[in-house]
């Protein structure tokens, strides 16, 4: 009969422990790989239903520090009806992230989507998941609302991200923004009227945010759709 102490049996159990942990979070990131790839696949299919979204750079300001400079990219596309497909990744210093998900459009004015995917901290990959909401009113009310909740399973990963702004001239639109780790303030938005791909240059001032007491913080971005 073979005997442990304490110690030899405590490093087992963690050692069975974290294999577990392992083939779990390699099981998990093979199914979300398999459902990127799908919702990309359909989103950059050649079916008739073209697919539209927009590539973006964004730089956070905050007092006496260096900006933060973030890249994304955005693909939706009608599939079924009112159900279509969005794909999304953003990526800035030491973070990425990729997930995509059905939308489904009950209305003209109303989307709705669901999104699961993966990100990328410290090289270590783990699960992100996300909800969107957009509203908008058209030409008979040019106001516009879209929201982005998103999460990994910890507090500090609860992200969100939302917009709501009115737009008095075809070129020009004002509202508020708010967004997790950079705080709440108003935002503008200007059109350039750049032939065959449309760009907007805006920017907010963020000068509350509920959870820090810095009120030194902005973003500008700038975005080209297609």
Request: net charge positive.
């Amino acid at each position: 009969m073979i005997y442990y102490d304490v110690a030899t049996l405590q490093s087992i159990e963690q050692s069975s422990v974290g294999n577990l942990e392992k083939r779990v979070r390699r099981k998990t990131m093979k199914a979300i790989t398999v459902c990127l790839v799908v919702t990309l696949v359909l989103v950059a299919s050649t079916a008739s239903a073209q697919a539209t979204g927009y590539a973006g750079y964004q730089a956070v300001y905050e007092k006496s520090q260096t900006p933060k400079h973030n890249l994304e990219l955005y693909l939706e596309k009608p599939a079924w009806g009112k159900v279509g497909v969005s794909a999304f990744t953003f990526v800035t210093s030491g973070w990425a992230e990729a997930y995509a998900g059905p939308t489904y459009a009950p209305s003209s004015w109303l989307t709705a989507g669901v999104s699961l995917g993966a990100q990328q901290t410290n090289n270590e990959l783990g699960i992100r998941y996300a909800t969107s909401l957009w509203m908008g009113g058209g030409k008979d009310l040019p106001i516009q609302f879209l929201g982005f909740v998103e999460g990994d399973n910890t507090v500090s990963g609860l992200w969100y991200d939302a917009k709501a702004v009115y737009s008095p001239l075809p070129w020009l639109s004002l509202g508020l923004h708010g967004r997790r780790f950079v705080g709440i303030g108003p935002r503008v938005e200007v059109k350039l009227p750049a032939p065959g791909l449309p760009v907007t240059l805006w920017g907010t001032w963020n000068p509350y945010d509920p959870e820090s007491r810095n009120q030194h913080r902005g973003i500008v971005g700038a975005k080209a759709q297609f």
